[in-house]
């Protein structure tokens, strides 16, 4: 009731203000009448009376002032009153509002752009039911350092039918298939999967269905559900698609579904897909019968069942592989593993976002200090208002509310073109993102990021207004208002706005620091000599439908042809046909064994990568040949078999003895295990990336082991695309069925393969410059309020006979006190931040010297100049002006 | 200062106004002097703190108020204390005389 009564009552005078106030007014009125009768009757004048009633019983606007202020009206009325104060307040200063606000609104603008890719790659969860649920199951050999590799198919079944702790589970390999009968022949994304894939991830399509159990088995119809952007871009968004066929490699498979554009499969960016059930797979469907010593699966993913803890899956898992184990020796030492799905999808770039994140958090922070300063500054040039308003009687609440309302209203304007920012943000680094990031179509300005964008607003709001407010609302009016002229200004805020510059000083140093060590990695990076030689080359693959060109001897014939036809073509001697490329493709590793060493143990084989190349390769990758000879054209099929080794794998294997005429037993199982003599040794390139130690190379004649499709590398003074129009030429004449896909320039691939480094330098370059500029500002602010306080004081001296120079070297001591301490304070922040970034940087320390000692001398130098016009200004001090100033 | 007399144990104030009120309904004027002569001159009532009460009470349900005129043919409003009014001050005074009385046997015991 009385809840009821105090909402109703609270209403009545805040909608009906002027009767509320009109009663109270009688009220006061007949109260103060009263009293001062009172007064009369004792025996005093009406003057007399009304005088000592006011000084006893308290003024009536007062009175009314504190009446008023009892009810929770009042607070609503005093916010609105606050807001518009507070809004006329910076309109009447547009230039300190519009600083303020554009350095707000690029910090929190900032803030929110790289928030919504941290939203959408790290912390929204995965886009399917439960997915928590959703684990990725690989097999894992520890003692040999592998902990994450596919398991064969025999292992899948085994687990997926004795399980007890999965509600569902299912295989996927991805490849690509050519996809022909619409358009121009061109490769699709294709995921092969086991029949429970769409229901681990319990995802329900757009039309038609998913696969059921029935279309993994063999001899089932071939059956393959598409993706919505594949539906629409292709088949024109053909209502009728369900039911009819596409031809995939040369062979018919039939629509069943449509997955809607929202589904993706995990760890995949592609939005043009096509899955078909496993066993439906040119490629992977052979393999199903394999030994399972061959771990192929790309990967195994498993939905847990609801209550079912890691631990007793882990228990389950341990008990199946211990059991696997001993049926096939080949398992031994292989255990089976689980890894929740979001942290495999996110895994390997947390650790770059989440330092994005805090270096624009600490651009952030610059701004704040930067915004406290200007506010320090205006608190001290307002706090005659502020004293007025006190000595009327405002309350110490009431004015630290009012000038937080500033605050508010000038976080929520920076927050609302903050956002703006972002938007323009978002749009703009998405392109720049590498395209590896995972998920990175998802990253998108929502709820959650305005809201995030919004309580960080408040949040800074807090952050920069609290101690410019509180020092103004602890003024003291009698100081203020006194008659004593003030030199200068009180030690509270002077030391706060000191003390403030060295924090920016010494954030600033971090970021520097951190822009500066990714920097020199980066460079470091791409110094690197790939072991070849990547300019004018140009690379495209060719594949061939594995049903119609089904042998390695058609395989060989093509390829045979396609090279003759090619060098055949001008300025395309230099061509080669060859295997995975370095660091474009990364690698196939093989293990092999050293004919005439002893057997390895087992599950611990020697690996090297493997590479068929035709006999031009090596010239046109510009590998140079160390020792021996290269493939010639005599290398064939029926010719002895050879290899080529790398000098890392010589010096691996062969420490101390020639390995030509060496023999090594390996084989890529297309063609089978044999054994091929060591010909020659060719130089090392980095297989794998720039990053990475170049891996043991193994080289065989493409003749000898043809591939079913392979990369195309032509290294010519000609354009790019006059040497892909020659290989599509070519390579049309003989089938015209057939796909050119994946051209790149190799200068080009280089730069894709840095481009996560690259984004991460840039942004934190970026940052750093930010904050830089934000410092300078800060200590201009600093230095030239300093000046400006101090214009008395500088009079003094030069009257007095100081030199110019002299007062120079006064304000620049300030300045350099300033950068100084910021330093020392910096530089230990710099060396406990800089070991959270060790795993980024490549052939730099984090405790790098050299990058330490650049960002504090750019920071001197910095504060320097920004301290050099308002020391102009100390410099040219009239002494007649400076003392009549105050 | 008068101020610092009212300087009051956070709730007595609106005790003794209820208090005032229980013996017959009062204007504010009338509530002031009743508690000054009651009290010997020791709570002398700002205006600001005497109607500031008035108002949570008036909002609390504890009184009612009513426009009348005064015995000088001015308009003042009279306030009542109402039954949920009597029944807190019934508990309060209850309260109130234990809790002295407690504080009174610590002050003596020493």
Same mark, same amino acid.
């Given at each position: 009731m009385s809840l009821l009564r105090d909402v109703a009552s609270g209403l009545r005078s805040l909608f009906r203000k002027d009767e509320a106030d009109r009663e109270l007014d009688e009220e006061l009125g007949a109260y103060l009448e009263m009293a001062v009768e009172d007064k009369i009757r004792q025996g005093m004048s009406r003057q007399e009376a009304v005088r000592a009633v006011r000084l006893e019983r308290g003024s009536v606007e007062v009175t009314k002032e504190v009446v008023r202020s009892g009810g929770w009206e009042s607070l609503v009325q005093t916010c609105w009153q606050d807001l518009r104060f507070g809004l006329r307040t910076l309109r009447k200063s547009p230039g300190f509002t519009a600083v303020v606000v554009l350095t707000l609104a690029l910090g929190i603008g900032a803030n929110t752009a790289i928030f919504s890719i941290v939203n959408a790659v790290l912390l929204r969860p995965l886009p399917y039911a439960n997915p928590g649920q959703l684990v990725i199951v690989p097999e894992a050999k520890l003692e040999a350092g592998i902990s994450r590799a596919g398991m064969s198919y025999r292992a899948f079944t085994e687990l997926r039918d004795t399980n007890? !702790?999965?509600?569902? +589970?299912a295989g996927l390999g991805g490849h690509a298939l050519v996809l022909t009968g619409y358009g121009e022949p061109s490769e699709v994304s294709t995921v092969a999967v086991t029949s429970d894939f769409f229901s681990v991830l319990a995802a329900e399509p757009l039309l038609g269905r998913v696969f059921i159990r029935g279309d993994g088995e063999r001899g089932a119809a071939s059956a393959a559900v598409i993706s919505e952007n594949l539906w629409r871009n292709r088949f024109g968004a053909d209502p009728g698609i369900v039911g009819r066929s596409i031809t995939l490699d040369m062979r018919a498979y039939t629509v069943i579904g449509v997955m809607p554009a929202g589904f993706h499969t995990p760890f995949l960016n592609q939005t043009d897909q096509v899955w078909i059930p496993l066993v439906q797979d040119p490629l992977f469907?052979?393999?199903?019968?394999?030994?399972?010593?061959?771990h192929w699966m790309n990967a195994v993913i498993a939905r847990m069942r609801p209550g079912v803890s890691t631990t007793q899956v882990q228990a389950e898992l341990d008990t199946i592989g211990a059991r696997l184990a001993k049926e096939f020796p080949t398992e031994k030492g292989w255990a089976i593993r689980i890894e929740p799905l979001q942290q495999t999808v996110t895994g390997d770039v947390k650790l770059p976002l989440l330092l994005l994140l805090g270096a624009v958090g600490l651009v952030l922070l610059i701004a704040c200090a930067n915004i406290a300063n200007?506010? @320090?500054?205006?608190?001290?040039? $307002?706090?005659?208002? +502020?004293?007025?308003?006190i000595a009327l009687g405002a309350g110490k609440r009431r004015i630290v509310r009012q000038l937080l309302t500033e605050c508010a209203i000038l976080g @929520? @304007?920076?927050? @609302? +073109?903050?956002?703006?920012?972002?938007?323009?943000? !978002?749009?703009?680094?998405?392109?720049?993102?590498?395209?590896?990031?995972? $998920?990175?179509?998802?990253? $998108?300005?929502d709820g959650q990021v305005l809201l995030f964008a919004l309580a960080l607003s408040l949040a800074t709001s807090l952050l920069f207004g609290l101690a410019p407010v509180l020092s103004a609302a602890g003024?003291?009016?009698?100081?203020?208002?006194?008659?004593?002229?003030?030199?200068?200004?009180?030690?509270?805020?002077r030391r706060a706005r000191a003390f403030l510059a060295v924090g920016e000083i010494a954030l600033a140093m971090v970021l520097l620091t951190g822009a500066g060590l990714l920097m020199r990695s980066f460079a470091q990076l791409t110094s690197v000599n790939p072991g070849f030689q990547p300019n004018h080359v140009v690379k495209a693959m060719v594949s061939l439908p594995q049903f119609q060109y089904s042998t390695p001897k058609q395989w060989a014939a093509f390829s045979e042809e396609l090279m003759t036809r090619l060098q055949a073509q001008p300025g395309m001697q230099d061509s080669a046909i060859a295997g995975p490329l370095p660091i474009v493709d990364c690698c196939i590793s093989l293990a092999f064994q050293i004919v005439g060493n002893p057997l390895p143990q087992a599950g611990m084989d020697d690996t090297a990568n493997y590479v068929p190349a035709s006999p031009r390769y090596f010239s046109v990758m510009g590998i140079p040949l160390v020792r021996g000879r290269l493939f010639n054209e005599s290398d064939s099929s029926s010719s002895p078999a050879v290899a080529l080794i790398s000098e890392a794998l010589a010096k691996r294997y062969f420490p101390n003895e020639d390995p030509l005429g060496r023999r090594l037993m390996f084989g890529f199982p297309a063609n089978g295990v044999v054994s091929r003599e060591i010909v020659g040794i060719v130089g090392d390139v980095h297989d794998v990336s720039l990053g990475k130690e170049p891996g043991p190379m193994l080289y065989v004649p493409y003749a000898q082991a043809p591939l079913y499709g392979a990369e195309v590398v032509v290294r010519s003074t000609m354009g790019t695309s006059a040497v892909v129009g020659a290989i599509r030429t070519v390579t049309h004449a003989i089938d015209k069925n057939l796909p050119v896909t994946d051209i790149l320039s190799l200068p080009d691939a280089l730069n894709e393969s840095v481009a996560q480094p690259r984004f991460r330098t840039l942004l934190l370059g970026l940052f750093g410059a930010i904050a830089l500029m934000l410092a300078a500002v800060g200590i201009f602010g600093v230095i030239s309020y300093s000046v400006s306080r101090r214009t008395h004081e500088l009079g003094i001296r030069v009257a007095l006979g100081a030199q110019p120079r002299s007062v120079l070297a006064m304000i620049l001591r300030e300045t350099l006190a300033l950068t100084l301490i910021g330093n020392a304070v910096g530089v230990p922040c710099t060396i406990a931040t800089a070991r959270l970034i060790t795993h980024l940087l490549f052939n730099v320390t984090p405790y790098d010297l050299v990058t330490l000692a650049l960002a504090s001398l750019v920071l001197v130098a910095v504060g320097a100049l920004a301290s050099y016009i308002p020391a102009r200004?100390?410099?040219?001090?009239?002494?007649?002006v400076a003392l009549r100033h105050e | 200062m008068p101020e610092k007399q009212t300087d009051l144990v956070q709730g007595t104030l609106d005790m003794l106004i209820l208090k005032t009120l229980a013996l017959e309904p009062m204007?504010?004027?009338?509530?002031?002097?009743?508690?000054?002569?009651?009290?010997?001159?020791?709570?002398?009532?700002n205006a600001g703190s005497l109607f500031l009460a008035i108002q949570r009470l008036l909002r609390d349900g504890l009184i009612e108020g009513e426009w009348k005129p005064t015995e000088n043919n001015r308009r003042a409003k009279y306030y009542t204390?109402?039954?949920?009014?009597?029944?807190?001050?019934?508990?309060?005074?209850?309260?109130?005389?234990?809790?002295?009385?407690?504080?009174?046997?610590?002050?003596?015991?020493s």
């Open positions: 007890r !702790v999965f509600s569902a +589970i469907s052979v393999w199903m019968t394999r030994p399972p010593q061959e200007l506010l @320090l500054s205006r608190s001290t040039s $307002r706090s005659k208002e +502020i004293a007025i308003r @929520l @304007l920076g927050g @609302l +073109i903050g956002t703006v920012v972002a938007y323009w943000g !978002v749009a703009t680094l998405v392109p720049l993102l590498p395209s590896s990031l995972p $998920r990175f179509h998802a990253i $998108r300005v003024s003291d009016p009698h100081q203020e208002l006194g008659d004593g002229a003030r030199v200068g200004e009180s030690a509270g805020p200004r100390a410099m040219k001090v009239d002494p007649m | 204007h504010g004027y009338g509530i002031s002097v009743r508690m000054e002569q009651v009290s010997k001159g020791v709570f002398r009532l204390v109402t039954r949920k009014g009597r029944k807190r001050l019934s508990n309060e005074t209850r309260e109130w005389v234990r809790q002295v009385a407690a504080i009174a046997r610590i002050l003596e015991a």
